[in-house]
């Protein structure tokens, strides 16, 4: 009698050979049965393939479809075929061949006493030309306290003092525009924020770590969208001197893995068709003490960037509604402690004095739920609400107080400059 071992191998190797069989006789029919098929022409329609089989051919002609829910398609096709390597990274290819053009270094050059008052370079950013008229969107922290900027194109050409303009500037959106003269200046061309999907692959452009040459480019994926955070400060006004308080808050950012570091900022965030969707602007900060958060950064959303930054060409600068409020984002956990059934909005921590709100009657601990009816759903619906309407316009709030629900009408005001 063969030992236990030996005589499983041998069971096992018969059944496997009653198996090879049947699964020969398998393969033999499916292909007897696709060749008959194909014949036909077209791939049947529903079908995972995308394309076409010719008459008589023995194999498909289709491709996995590439990466990219792209906010510019009007129709979206799905596959449960993965994507290949290769197309993402042509794609990603592509992108550095249609946007690096356009994507330009800023150079902030301020005075030191030390250097016998002369202009120095003290830190450096990005930015991207936007329009044929060799406007460029970047952040606001790139230009501030800026004795003078240069502007360098990647293919060498640099512009700086009286060929530098600064159209104007928003330190509450961290938005700033700027405006070169030259030749056949390169344009990126502008997207569609509203139109993004989280896992959605993007690819960021930017100066980082000031390193010579052309831009970095850097892929990942959409994280989050509709956050809201908070920029670092500092108390000179400067982005480079001791951070003491913070900066402003901004809402409807969206949140990536793609690798951002100091220099990138201000700097394009694009889709896999080389439109930008966001503004590289900030990374996230320690997680916890001696902590560093990875694989976090923030962009923001281009929709509300071309919004400013129309504004800054037409008027110089851009105003903002004001209600005069200051609040947190409502979640489940803190209306579980404050024994509330609403779980979503804004529960405001105060109201300043003489403001939209305060004449209005809001209150501290008021919940807002609804903006003119329409449900607070993002830690940036109440900010979005309020900035898509103008100044002198009236929004009805609606505010559960006490277990109380109420209507609250406000009319915004201007949002003063130090606010």
Same mark, same amino acid.
């Given at each position: 009698?063969?030992?236990?071992?030996?005589?499983?191998?041998?069971?096992?190797?018969?059944?496997?050979?009653?198996?090879?069989?049947?699964?020969?006789?398998?393969?033999?029919?499916?292909? &007897?049965?696709?060749?008959?098929?194909?014949?036909?022409?077209?791939?049947?329609?529903? =079908?995972?393939?995308?394309?076409?089989?010719?008459?008589?051919?023995?194999?498909?002609?289709?491709?996995?479809?590439?990466?990219?829910?792209?906010?510019?398609?009007?129709?979206?096709?799905?596959?449960?075929?993965?994507? =290949?390597?290769?197309?993402? #990274?042509?794609?990603?290819?592509?992108?550095?061949?249609?946007?690096?053009?356009?994507?330009?270094?800023?150079?902030?050059?301020?005075?030191?006493?030390?250097?016998?008052?002369?202009?120095?370079?003290?830190?450096?950013?990005?930015?991207?030309?936007?329009?044929?008229?060799?406007?460029?969107?970047?952040?606001?922290?790139?230009?501030?306290?800026?004795?003078?900027?240069?502007?360098?194109?990647?293919?060498?050409?640099?512009?700086?003092?009286?060929?530098?303009? &600064?159209?104007?500037?928003?330190?509450?959106?961290?938005?700033?525009?700027?405006?070169?003269?030259?030749?056949?200046?390169?344009?990126?061309?502008?997207?569609?924020?509203?139109?993004?999907?989280?896992?959605?692959?993007?690819?960021?452009?930017?100066?980082?770590?000031?390193?010579?040459?052309?831009? #970095?480019?850097?892929?990942?994926?959409?994280?989050?969208?509709? *956050?809201?955070?908070?920029?670092?400060?500092?108390?000179?006004?400067?982005?480079?001197?001791?951070?003491?308080? =913070?900066?402003?808050?901004?809402?409807?950012?969206?949140?990536?893995?793609?690798?951002?570091?100091?220099?990138?900022?201000?700097?394009?965030?694009?889709?896999?068709?080389?439109?930008?969707?966001?503004?590289?602007?900030?990374?996230?900060?320690?997680?916890?003490?001696?902590?560093?958060?990875?694989?976090?950064?923030?962009?923001?959303?281009?929709?509300?960037?071309?919004?400013?930054?129309?504004?800054?060409?037409?008027?110089?600068?851009?105003?903002?509604?004001?209600?005069?409020?200051?609040?947190?984002?409502?979640?489940?956990?803190?209306?579980?402690?404050?024994? &509330?059934?609403?779980?979503?909005?804004?529960?405001?921590?105060?109201?300043?004095?003489?403001?939209?709100?305060?004449?209005?009657?809001?209150?501290?601990?008021?919940?807002?739920?609804?903006?003119?009816?329409?449900?607070?759903?993002?830690?940036?619906?109440?900010?979005?609400?309020?900035?898509?309407?103008?100044?002198?316009? #009236?929004?009805?709030?609606?505010?559960?107080?006490?277990?109380?629900?109420?209507?609250?009408?406000?009319?915004?005001?201007? *949002?003063?400059?130090?606010?």
């Amino acid at each position: 009698m063969l030992p236990f071992g030996a005589h499983g191998a041998r069971g096992l190797w018969r059944g496997g050979q009653r198996v090879v069989a049947l699964l020969l006789a398998l393969v033999l029919i499916v292909s &007897v049965g696709a060749a008959c098929t194909l014949s036909g022409g077209t791939a049947a329609s529903g =079908s995972a393939a995308t394309g076409t089989a010719t008459a008589g051919s023995a194999t498909s002609t289709s491709k996995p479809l590439v990466l990219a829910s792209d906010a510019s398609s009007a129709t979206k096709t799905t596959t449960s075929d993965a994507p =290949s390597q290769a197309d993402f #990274t042509n794609s990603v290819i592509q992108v550095a061949k249609t946007a690096k053009p356009a994507v330009v270094e800023i150079t902030n050059e301020q005075t030191s006493v030390s250097q016998l008052s002369q202009p120095i370079p003290v830190g450096t950013g990005s930015g991207f030309i936007y329009d044929n008229q060799g406007h460029i969107l970047t952040n606001n922290h790139v230009v501030e306290g800026a004795q003078s900027l240069v502007v360098t194109l990647p293919d060498g050409r640099s512009f700086k003092d009286n060929d530098v303009k &600064v159209v104007g500037t928003d330190p509450l959106t961290d938005l700033a525009v700027l405006q070169i003269t030259g030749d056949n200046l390169p344009a990126v061309q502008l997207g569609d924020s509203s139109q993004l999907e989280v896992g959605q692959w993007v690819v960021a452009l930017g100066y980082a770590l000031g390193l010579e040459g052309e831009p #970095t480019v850097t892929a990942g994926v959409v994280s989050a969208l509709n *956050r809201s955070v908070q920029e670092p400060g500092d108390s000179s006004g400067s982005p480079f001197s001791r951070q003491t308080q =913070s900066g402003p808050t901004l809402s409807d950012v969206i949140q990536t893995d793609a690798a951002i570091n100091p220099g990138n900022s201000g700097g394009p965030l694009t889709n896999l068709d080389g439109q930008v969707i966001g503004i590289n602007t900030l990374v996230a900060g320690e997680a916890e003490p001696g902590v560093q958060a990875e694989g976090i950064g923030f962009a923001i959303a281009i929709n509300t960037a071309k919004q400013i930054a129309d504004e800054i060409v037409s008027t110089g600068k851009a105003s903002h509604p004001y209600v005069g409020v200051s609040y947190i984002p409502l979640t489940p956990a803190i209306a579980a402690q404050l024994n &509330v059934t609403a779980t979503k909005g804004a529960l405001i921590q105060s109201v300043v004095d003489g403001s939209p709100a305060a004449k209005a009657g809001l209150q501290k601990d008021d919940i807002v739920t609804k903006v003119d009816g329409k449900e607070l759903t993002t830690d940036s619906s109440f900010a979005n609400a309020v900035e898509s309407h103008k100044v002198g316009d #009236t929004i009805t709030l609606t505010v559960v107080r006490n277990g109380q629900t109420m209507q609250v009408p406000v009319t915004l005001a201007e *949002r003063p400059a130090d606010s």
